[in-house]
């Protein structure tokens, strides 16, 4: 569910409100449906009065302290005669992304984790301001250290809300920050597990594991992780390495390690089993993984383990179920998709689920048939070709029908393709007979939107064993918010450390994304954080400049925000600091923020 601006004129007045939609599949495709409209609140129009003191008690979360009796509320207000003709504005920053990022920062209590892990030393920013820098940077605009350093701090408002000049931010204090950051990785990811508890009630009875890769810009050569390999990214052309990730059921991100970029999905299941369990002790729930994840030994390997486990299977186990597939009974669990349970042999413990969907049954055959079309084409003008006698050498004729299968890789198994030589007295030439087997392709046909799941869970439900599963794509959602908000890829960083550094601040944002999707579920502001993200960056900081006779006043002021933006603010229960805090000795103080 995502949030959608909407505009109504009226009466020559214009009125924005919000409205909360969500994606649906039906028969003529996606659409959009209205949820919820979020209109005017009450209690908008009376602002609560916030100075910049204020700002740690918002952040932290921390009530009000009541009022002292013998002490007034209300400041006296300062009265000063100014050249209207002189007043200027200057330090324009963004304010309202860095505000909401800092506000999660210390929401999940990384503040706190950071002070207290993070040995301090003479170092003249502590590692826990710096690291929460990195953080930010990652969560409001993903960027190098060296842009973060030259450009990016300097146009937020950091400065002031950490109190680090911008000066004291180079990236080479950034670097260093990712070297004092890295070596608690793993008590971070514990420390965030604990968190996800306290805020949400996160129970961790499933643990969905899926795995994904990234390219680095460069050789890589003093990284020995950096290899070539299969790149979900499209580029083979560049090393890369492979990162897998344990998310919860609801998406947060809990833990994950870094592969070789040459290893395949299916050998990291044991290894990343392992240190789970070795690091954050025995897991009790169930591990939820896709079919590129499974195979017979893993499966016997959690097995030994007395591991639950919900897994795809491969498309040549449907072949056993052949009866099932193509029988009744089946039980749909929403429109377009239907599951029913498989009859086992007896004594088997695990319990096999068949899953077909109308929408990519449609797909799929649409696919295979547009792969057989082409592929059936191609290979008869090379039939053509050889009969002729254009193609004479049998091993490049041999190299380019294989080519060619692995091309159309889903029309491959329809074919039979065979060579041989035809010998006569006068010359010789190339025979190509192509057979297609129209028994394998009804089978094809048949199984396509089907898949098989299966499981050693008590739970004998297909519906639920069906909703789990489809919860897999929580972690391809981490993966693309990963790659596309947070921008993990490209790696520029060459050396080992450093690129699982890097890693981690992408973790450390992606669970402040997620936290962000959870605090706006809960305020009913659905769960798209990227367009809450773009409206907040309309709210800026800035000085204003008053002369007087005497001196120059510099009032430092946050922006007032647009009606709709007082909505989600409002419904977020994130108040902006509005009372303009008064810069004494102005001209060193600017002076040495500009460094």
């Not at 108040?575 to 002076?591: G, H, M, Q, S």
Request: hydrophobic share 35%; net charge positive; with cysteine.
């Amino acid at each position: 569910m995502y949030l959608r601006r909407c505009c109504r004129k009226k009466g020559g007045e214009e009125y924005e409100s919000w409205v909360l939609v969500e994606s649906v599949r039906t028969v003529k495709g996606p659409r959009q449906r209205t949820v919820a409209t979020i209109g005017k609140l009450p209690g908008l129009d009376k602002e609560e009065r916030v100075g910049w003191e204020e700002i740690g008690r918002i952040l932290d979360g921390k009530p009000r302290p009541e009022p002292d009796l013998f002490k007034e509320e209300e400041e006296i207000p300062l009265w000063a005669t100014v050249n209207l003709k002189g007043i200027s504005v200057e330090r324009l920053r963004h304010f309202g992304d860095v505000y909401l990022g800092l506000a999660l920062w210390k929401r999940l209590g990384l503040d706190r984790f950071c002070r207290e892990h993070i040995p301090s030393g003479r170092e003249e920013v502590s590692w826990s301001i710096m690291a929460c820098i990195l953080v930010l940077a990652r969560f409001c605009a993903p960027s190098s250290e060296l842009q973060i350093a030259e450009s990016w701090y300097e146009k937020t408002a950091l400065s002031d809300l950490l109190g680090v000049l911008k000066n004291k931010v180079n990236d080479d204090r950034l670097y260093r920050s990712l070297d004092a950051l890295l070596p608690y990785k793993d008590a971070l990811c514990k420390h965030l597990q604990k968190r996800y508890g306290e805020l949400f009630g996160t129970r961790f009875d499933f643990l969905f594991y899926d795995i994904t890769s990234t390219y680095f810009e460069g050789s890589g050569e003093n990284n020995p992780q950096a290899k070539r390999g299969y790149s979900r990214d499209g580029r083979p052309d560049c090393v890369q390495v492979c990162i897998g990730i344990v998310v919860s059921r609801e998406g947060l991100p809990l833990s994950f390690e870094v592969f070789d970029g040459n290893r395949t999905d299916v050998t990291t299941v044991e290894e990343m089993v392992e240190v789970m369990e070795k690091k954050y002790g025995q897991a009790e729930g169930v591990w939820v993984m896709d079919r590129g994840m499974v195979s017979e030994d893993n499966l016997e390997y959690m097995r030994k383990k007395k591991m639950k486990y919900l897994v795809g299977t491969h498309k040549a186990m449907l072949k056993k179920f052949e009866q099932e597939l193509l029988g009744l009974d089946w039980e749909e669990v929403e429109s377009g998709v239907e599951v029913k349970l498989c009859a086992t042999s007896e004594g088997c413990k695990e319990t096999f689920i068949l899953c077909r969907s109308q929408g990519r049954r449609e797909k799929e055959i649409g696919i295979l048939d547009r792969f057989v079309t082409r592929l059936e084409t191609a290979l008869n003008k090379l039939v053509q070709r050889a009969e002729e006698g254009k193609i004479r050498d049998r091993q490049k004729l041999e190299r380019r029908i294989g080519r060619l299968l692995e091309r159309y890789s889903r029309a491959a198994r329809i074919f039979d393709i065979s060579v041989e030589e035809i010998v006569n007295d006068k010359d010789s030439r190339l025979k190509i007979t192509v057979r297609r087997d129209d028994e394998k392709y009804r089978w094809v046909v048949n199984t396509c939107g089907n898949y098989l799941l299966c499981t050693n869970w008590d739970e004998k439900n297909p519906q639920k064993l069906w909703k789990t599963y489809t919860q897999l794509t929580e972690v391809e959602d981490a993966f693309r918010i990963t790659k596309s908000d947070l921008g993990i890829r490209p790696i520029y960083h060459q050396r080992s450390d450093r690129t699982q550094a890097h890693i981690l601040v992408c973790f450390l944002a992606l669970a402040m994304w997620r936290t962000l999707e959870q605090w706006m579920s809960s305020c009913g502001l659905g769960t798209a954080p990227r367009k809450l993200l773009e409206e907040l960056r309309e709210i800026h900081s800035l000085d204003v400049l008053l002369p007087t006779r005497d001196k120059t006043i510099r009032l430092r002021v946050v922006s007032t925000a647009p009606q709709r933006l007082k909505i989600l603010l409002h419904r977020l229960g994130l108040l902006l600091p509005n009372r303009p805090k008064i810069v004494e000795n102005v001209v060193k103080t600017f002076a040495a923020s500009e460094g």
